[in-house]
Antibody, heavy 128, light 111 residues
Framework: QLQLQESGPGLVKPSETLSLICTVS??????????WGWIRQPPGKGLEWIGS???????YYNPSLKSRVTISVDTSRNHFSLKLNSVTAADTAVYYC????????????????????WGQGTLVTVSS | QSVLTQPPSASGTPGQRVTISCSGS????????VNWYQQLPGTAPKVLIY???QRPSGVPDRFSGSKSGTSASLAISGLRSEDEADYYC????????????FGGGTKLTVL
């Protein structure tokens, strides 16, 4: 059974870089069938897609965050990572990682695009 | 402000049928498939419906999805107390070089 687990600091200072790792068990990030994604949820608010990565390193990012986000994959350690730089209080959120059933943008459009399963999430607070 | 519009709240009594709407535009729902997630209190979201109307294994057939034009709906029949949760619609938006988008969420209360 595939499981994902987020890990990383729960507190980050403003202007610094938020770094999280998602460790995958019961499956492989090297799978050619899936992308691996990050989604966040500010306290009491809705969900926001951050970006997704394929095992080859190909990425899709949310344009609203693209200038500050880097997602990478480490197939040897079976995990993928998120880095968000120049954080502010607005980046305070529960950060989830998830397997992304994603076709990518093809000539036929995006034919599949859902997240399943999700990690339990980790709260990251941006504060001095 | 979410790209997809959902009512902030919905309610029903046990056994009732409720529907939750999700309104978008031609660049998102109008041209891509819609998914629905259920988020129980204090837990991570779980996919309930994918590709407009497909249920993952383990999801009861009380849950159903549909799409028409630039809108989609989630229907829950035979409402149960354990259905009390937040529900989010999601799809891909072709604008701005493409991005995944979620609705603002609907809090379902079982009275």
């Amino acid at each position: 059974q595939l499981q994902l687990q987020e890990s990383g600091p729960g507190l980050v200072k403003p202007s610094e870089t938020l770094s999280l790792i998602c460790t995958v068990s019961g499956g492989s990030v090297s799978s050619t069938y899936y992308y691996w994604g990050w989604i966040r949820q500010p306290p009491g608010k809705g969900l926001e897609w951050i970006g997704s990565i394929y095992y080859s390193g190909y990425t899709y990012y949310n344009p609203s965050l693209k200038s500050r986000v880097t997602i990478s994959v480490d197939t040897s350690r079976n995990h993928f990572s998120l880095k968000l730089n120049s954080v502010t209080a607005a980046d305070t959120a529960v950060y989830y990682c998830a397997r992304h059933e994603f076709s990518g943008m093809t000539v036929f459009g995006v034919t599949k695009n859902w997240f399943d399963p999700w990690g339990q999430g980790t709260l990251v607070t941006v504060s001095s | 402000q979410s790209v997809l519009t959902q009512p902030p709240s919905a309610s029903g009594t046990p056994g009732q049928r409720v529907t939750i709407s999700c309104s978008g535009s031609s660049s998102n729902i109008g041209s891509n498939t819609v998914n629905w997630y259920q988020q129980l209190p204090g837990t991570a979201p779980k996919v309930l419906i994918y590709n407009n109307n497909q249920r993952p294994s383990g999801v009861p057939d009380r849950f159903s999805g549909s799409k028409s034009g630039t809108s989609a709906s989630l229907a829950i029949s035979g409402l149960r107390s354990e259905d009390e949760a937040d529900y989010y619609c999601a799809t891909w938006d072709d604008s701005l070089n493409g991005r995944g988008v979620f609705g603002g969420g609907t809090k379902l209360t079982v009275l």
